[in-house]
C-alpha cells in the first residue's frame, strides 16, 4: 500500500479523496478540548451551549476538525513528506457538531521544484472537510515539500528504515 507520493507522483488538479471518514464523538471533542487545554463552555458545558448559544448544543473546537483532517490527509498527501512548510489559510466555514461524520479530500493546486536542491520540491494543495450530508466545514491551504524518487531510492525506497527480519 502506498503511503505519501513523490513529487513526481503529484498532478496539479488532481484530488484525493482520503478514506475511511471519522464520526466525531464527545469523547473525542472534550479530550483534544482537554489536552489543549481549551475549556470554552461552547465546548465543554452542554447546558452553557444550550441555555446561551444559537445552536443550542455543544459545537466540536475546529482544530480537532483541523487537525483530523490534516491526519487523514497524510497517506496520500504527505507521508513522504521531508517538511510541512506553511499553512496558508484555514476557514472554519460551518461548525461540526458531536454525532457528525467527517469526510476530506485534498486538490493539487501547484507544484514547484525546488531550487536549490534537485531531489525535492514544493506541492501546494487545499484540503476540504465536510459532514455526512456535504456541507464543507473546513478549508486549508498548505505547502509542502515532498521528495522526488531519486531521494526516496538513496534512502530505502517505499519503506525506509524497515528491518529486515532474521532467525
Known amino acids: 500500500m502506498q503511503f505519501g507520493r513523490y513529487y513526481e507522483e503529484f ?7 482520503h478514506w475511511p471518514g471519522k464520526t466525531v464523538t464527545e469523547y473525542d471533542d472534550h479530550l483534544f478540548c482537554l489536552i489543549t487545554m481549551n475549556h ?3 465546548h465543554l458545558d452542554a447546558h ?8 443550542g448544543k455543544n459545537v466540536v473546537v475546529g482544530n480537532y ?33 458531536h454525532g457528525d461524520t467527517i469526510y476530506g479530500e485534498t486538490e493539487v493546486l501547484d507544484k514547484t521544484p525546488s531550487k536549490s536542491k534537485d531531489d525535492r520540491g514544493v506541492v501546494y ?22 521528495p ?14 524497515r528491518p529486515v527480519p532474521h532467525e
Open 65 to 97: 476538525i483541523y487537525s483530523l483532517l490534516l491526519g487523514m490527509s497524510v497517506p496520500d498527501v504527505s507521508g513522504k513528506a521531508i517538511a510541512n512548510l506553511e499553512v496558508e489559510s484555514l476557514k472554519h466555514v460551518k461548525p461540526t457538531f
Open 148 to 161: 522526488k524518487r531519486s531521494y526516496g531510492d538513496s534512502r530505502g525506497g517505499e519503506q525506509p528504515g
Open 11 to 17: 498532478e496539479v488538479g488532481a484530488v484525493y479523496k
Open 40 to 42: 470554552h463552555p461552547l
Open 48 to 55: 452553557y451551549a444550550e441555555e446561551t448559544t444559537d445552536f
Open 125 to 146: 494543495v487545499e484540503t476540504r472537510g465536510y459532514k455526512q450530508d456535504g456541507t464543507i466545514v473546513c478549508v486549508f491551504r498548505r505547502k509542502v515539500m515532498v
